[in-house]
């Protein structure tokens, strides 16, 4: 099984195809890339930027060049002396007439060939679409619907038409179709397809069905027994109905290729000793390195000035949980509705029959808000070690403050064992935590926003040193070590500019009270201009940080949910947060010293997250473009394009440091491989040591160093230390 020493991640679309990243190779391979690690190849949604919204499995994406084009990039990489690791996506394709296998379903039903390969709830009905902009008969009476040949039309929607004789009236056409429209208010509790957490324009796949998963994976089996991939990547495990399962049937398929699955693990949960997998993609890899660059004494005066400033008294905990509430009875509606009518059917077989709906309700709603994590996994073969105590905690925590828990008590033992409300059950509690903790509470419980992180937890932002050594001492080497992904919610850089101010508090909150000080701060909630002064400090200096910051603080109200929303936003509220971030960053144009002590402080430490990422247990994994200094906030700000042919003439050090720890890993693998990990801090600073014999390597930073610069240096085993790389803008 071959694992690579550093993988870099391109972004694929958006001007970037397969001769693009072809024509990169050279740079890469000088860069000390082992393996290329790509986003979703495969056919989707035209205009896509991303490529999840794949539409056909089986097809490589010919706007990307198509198959002749990545064979010609494979070749290319293999005589490069690299690999290739691709992005698959077995949880869903696009809810588009575009996916053709969709577009047979909705011509032929439940009839159809593909129709197993859908999660569809066909005995709930005709399959409801949600794309009308106004309920059905008003946009009947409107005069928007055609009928063109065998296909329904509305405007530039194009449906297939059962066949068959039709009706005249259009009324009666639409009847009499394996779907329904509805408006698309609708989405909200009476979709009949699994989505992709709350994206209607996803459809759930059923691999679990071995035809299923044969048909959706024969393009990915082919790509890699040809020689052409060399490792998987695979999105959002957790959204299968048996994670377990699908890995066993994937690994058993194609035994030597290396499988990285994306995974949030929650606290100390570890993936299932079980999965033939080579590791997460390594989002505990950036909470670890975030933590432990965090200032912890710091913290605390930083939540002290933060609660002054914004009157907030509660605990993450309690944001988080008022935040899945919220979810439950909004975004995912339809996907609690589905969960009680799965549990009336199951417990109506009881003698004393199914509970009553504002029981089920409630026993459902509180048992989906006790799951500590993203799941359980329980399936046919049993349940994963550690999963019955982690059921009787969630009963025990569900039950509490109920008038009864006997209905929490039945579904917790159906929970227990394998069936359609325990597979449903699992797949919306992972969509219940992200959504309501990195896509809303992380949006309103503001304190430190290095640690409002995809995998982190805002209120668990620090760690002792012998946690973190004993961290990394169980990294495999077969794990991936990240910082920057596609949905990270800000950048490596953005972020560890966040960690500073836990270093100088008092600075970070001169600059708050300086931002609060403005007449554009009236009518502006203390929440919000202590968010919009560290999102302006994440993204000062970078280009159009005005406009990106405007942009993203608009995401942020709406995901925030408090005042503004996607489906109803208050306009002049963003209005006035925006007016007040611009105020900010154009108050900044002559930096005050608070603000250069801050981005001086991050400089170092964006040396040192760097040299952990690269020289811990793991191998690394580059974003594109962050090789060089990257300031960018939440998709899809971070997906903007890249200049690659800046980055090849960059000499700044951040470039040179990646360039030479990248090497340095290459050529003193050996050492690394066989060296023990020791993290150290104190007032001083950090220092993180490998360790093997007579030897070792440090990564330093601290007061004992000029502001903004790290170190890295060698001692071998006659005592002599040498500098390897100091941050200036020096030669190593």
């Known amino acids: 099984m071959n694992i690579p020493d550093a993988t870099y991640r391109i972004q694929l679309r958006n001007g ?33 930027t991303h490529g999840y919204d794949v539409t056909d499995p089986t097809a490589i994406e010919p706007e990307l060049g198509g198959r002749p084009a990545f ?11 690299m690999g290739i690791i691709i992005d698959i996506v077995p949880n869903h394709t696009a809810f588009s007439p575009a996916n053709p296998w969709l577009a047979d379903v909705l011509r032929h039903g ?13 005995d709930a009905g005709p399959l409801v679409l949600p794309f009308l902009p106004d309920p059905f008969e008003i946009v009947l009476e409107r005069g928007d619907f055609t009928v063109e040949g065998d296909e329904w039309v509305m405007g530039g929607l194009r449906l297939p038409l059962a066949p068959g004789p039709r009706p005249q009236s259009l009324r009666d056409l639409h009847r009499v179709q394996h779907w ?12 009949t397809h699994r989505r992709f957490f709350n994206v209607t324009g996803l459809i759930g796949m059923r691999v679990e069905r071995p035809e299923v998963f044969d048909a959706t994976h024969s393009l990915i089996l082919d790509l890699v027994r040809k020689g052409l991939v060399q490792g998987l990547r695979v999105d959002h495990i957790d959204g299968l109905v048996d994670p377990a399962g699908y890995l066993d049937r994937l690994h058993g398929a194609l035994p030597d290729t290396p499988i990285w699955v994306e995974k949030i693990l929650v606290d100390h949960e570890t993936l299932p000793a079980s999965w033939p997998v080579a590791g997460t993609t390594g989002y505990e890899s950036a909470r670890l390195f975030a933590r432990a660059l965090t200032d912890a004494k710091g913290l605390a005066r930083l939540d002290a000035h933060w609660r002054r400033a914004t009157l907030i008294t509660e605990d993450f905990a309690s944001s988080l949980m008022a935040a899945k509430h919220e979810i439950l009875d909004n975004e995912l509606a339809a996907e609690r509705r589905q969960l009680i009518a799965l549990a009336r ?14 029981w089920l309700r409630e026993a459902v709603t509180a048992l989906l ?9 329980v399936a046919a073969g049993g349940m994963a070690p550690g999963d019955a105590e982690l059921l009787t905690d969630i009963a025990e925590r569900a039950g509490q403050g109920l008038r009864s828990r006997a209905v929490v008590d039945a579904l917790a033992d159906l929970l227990r064992q394998d069936g359609p409300f325990t597979r449903r059950f699992q797949q919306v509690s ?53 910082t920057s992904t596609h949905d990270t919610k800000r950048s490596e850089d953005s972020r560890i500019r966040l960690v500073a101010i836990s270093h100088l508090p008092d600075d970070f909150a001169a600059l708050h009270d300086a931002a609060a000080a403005l007449p554009q701060a009236r009518g502006v909630p203390g929440r919000r201009i202590w968010y919009g002064v560290q999102s302006a400090l994440a993204i000062h200096g970078a280009p159009d940080a005005d406009a990106r910051l405007c942009a993203h603080l608009e995401k942020a109200m709406r995901e925030a949910k408090l005042r503004s929303f996607w489906t109803n936003p208050d306009e002049d509220a963003e209005s006035r947060a925006k007016a007040l971030t611009s105020a900010v960053l154009d108050s900044w144009r002559v930096p005050p010293p608070a603000l250069t002590r801050l981005i001086e402080r991050a400089e170092a430490l964006i040396l040192m997250q760097l040299a952990m990422k690269v020289l811990t247990p793991g191998f690394p994994d580059i974003y594109r473009g962050t090789e060089e200094q990257l300031l960018a906030l939440t998709d899809p700000d971070n997906r903007h394009s890249v200049d690659w042919d800046a980055l090849a003439r960059s000499s700044s050090v951040k470039a040179r440091w990646t360039r030479e720890l990248l090497h340095l890993r290459r050529d003193r693998a050996g050492f690394l491989r066989e060296a023990d990990v020791l993290l150290e801090r104190d007032e001083g600073g950090m220092r993180m040591i490998r360790r093997s014999g007579g030897d ?11 502001p903004g610069r790290a170190l890295l240096s060698w001692q071998g085993q006659s005592g002599d230390v040498v500098a390897l790389l100091e941050g200036s803008d020096g030669n190593p």
């Open 345 to 358: 059917n199951a417990l109506g077989a009881r003698p004393e029959g199914a509970p009553g709906p504002e």
């Open 110 to 122: 439940r009839s159809s060939m593909h129709a197993p390969a859908f999660d569809i709830d066909w």
């Open 71 to 81: 064979e010609a990039l494979a070749a290319a990489a293999r005589d490069a002396g």
């Open 180 to 191: 329904r429209l509805v408006h698309y208010e609708r989405e909200r509790d009476s979709i």
């Open 369 to 377: 808000v006790a799951v500590p994590r993203y799941r359980t996994y």
């Open 430 to 482: 992972g969509a219940l935590l992200a959504k309501a903790q990195e896509d809303t509470a992380g949006f309103r419980w503001t304190r430190y926003l290095a640690a409002n992180e995809v995998g982190a937890e805002p209120d668990e932002a620090t760690i002792t040193d012998a946690e973190a050594t004993a961290f990394l001492k169980a990294r495999a080497a077969t794990e991936m070590n990240l």
């Open 16 to 48: 970037v195809d397969f001769a693009r990243v072809q024509g990169l190779l050279p740079y890469l391979r000088d860069l000390g890339v082992s393996d290329l690690y790509l986003s979703p190849i495969f056919a989707a949604v035209p205009g896509s």
């Open 696 to 706: 070792s390597l440090t990564a330093f930073f601290g007061r004992e160093l000029p």
